[in-house]
């Protein structure tokens, strides 16, 4: 079992992954099918000072589709053991779809400065 966790607010991957309003994680099966989801409030403060990258980790959460983020939260997801795909926009299910579907790859573009704009890249389909 697959988990992946997507920075969300509304029903839309956040564009700043570190002040999103919660993480919906997925639960993709061995037949690349989305078989549940879970809803975790963002803690408050940015996200990668927060302790989200291990509590992401703990809750087994390999995986982080994010619309932008800096170097900072890139790297703390990574030394949690979380892969990183920046670039992704859109319907978090639909970008958990595609990700189970092969149809996503990292867009290599992160933020480069804390008021960025959150005009991302759509992510590599």
């Given at each position: 079992?697959?988990?992946?966790?997507?920075?969300?607010?509304?029903?839309?991957?956040?564009?700043?992954?570190?002040?999103?309003?919660a993480?919906?994680?997925?639960r993709?099966?061995?037949?690349?099918?989305?078989?549940?989801?879970?809803?975790?409030?963002?803690?408050?403060?940015?996200?990668?000072?927060?302790?989200?990258?291990?509590?992401?980790?703990?809750?087994?959460?390999?995986?982080?589709?994010?619309?932008?983020?800096?170097?900072?939260?890139?790297?703390?997801?990574t030394?949690?053991?979380?892969?990183?795909?920046?670039?992704?926009?859109?319907?978090?299910?639909?970008?958990?779809?595609?990700?189970?579907?092969?149809?996503?790859?990292?867009?290599?573009?992160?933020?480069?400065?804390?008021d960025?704009?959150?005009?991302?890249?759509?992510?590599?389909?």
């Amino acid at each position: 079992m697959l988990k992946v966790a997507v920075p969300t607010r509304g029903n839309i991957v956040d564009s700043h992954f570190g002040h999103c309003e919660a993480y919906t994680i997925f639960r993709i099966d061995e037949n690349k099918k989305i078989v549940g989801s879970e809803v975790l409030p963002s803690p408050q403060g940015c996200g990668c000072k927060s302790n989200i990258a291990a509590t992401l980790r703990d809750k087994g959460v390999s995986v982080m589709l994010a619309g932008n983020m800096g170097d900072g939260a890139l790297n703390v997801l990574t030394h949690n053991g979380i892969s990183v795909y920046r670039g992704c926009t859109g319907d978090v299910q639909k970008v958990a779809d595609d990700f189970a579907q092969g149809k996503i790859g990292d867009s290599g573009e992160g933020c480069h400065h804390h008021d960025h704009d959150g005009e991302g890249h759509i992510c590599n389909h």
